[in-house]
């Protein structure tokens, strides 16, 4: 399995970003694809991801600002990021069965 994340870039507070994981190779379940992110200086967090059910959850940190989405035909999780704060500033990771990462994409929130 390759994970490809896309979409980060440089925004200003207040403004929104829109994140790409596609996945290749075999996906069992594509609820077990997650976001994370690791700010500088700090640990890797769980930013957003899918019950075996299908039900997004979310980290305290962003529930209300972000929304974790899925296409399942592309194999592919999207994260709408809106209201963007500088503490969101980070390298976001996609996450595949807790095993499989993404290359990360770069998140700067800044004036």
């Known amino acids: 399995v390759q994970l490809q994340a896309s979409g980060g870039g440089l925004v200003r507070p207040g403004g929104s970003l829109r994140l790409s994981c596609a996945a290749s190779?075999?996906?069992?379940?594509?609820?077990?694809m997650r976001w994370y992110r690791q700010a500088p200086g700090k640990q890797r967090e769980l930013v957003a991801g899918?019950?075996?059910?299908?039900?997004?959850n979310y980290a305290d940190s962003v529930k209300g600002r972000f929304t974790i989405s899925r296409d399942i035909a592309k194999k592919t999780i999207y994260l709408q990021m809106n209201s963007l704060k500088s503490e969101d500033t980070a390298v976001y990771y996609c996450n595949y069965g807790l095993t499989f990462w993404g290359q990360g994409t770069l998140v700067t929130v800044s004036s």
């Open positions: 899918f019950t075996s059910s299908g039900i997004a």
């Open positions: 190779g075999n996906i069992f379940s594509i609820n077990t």
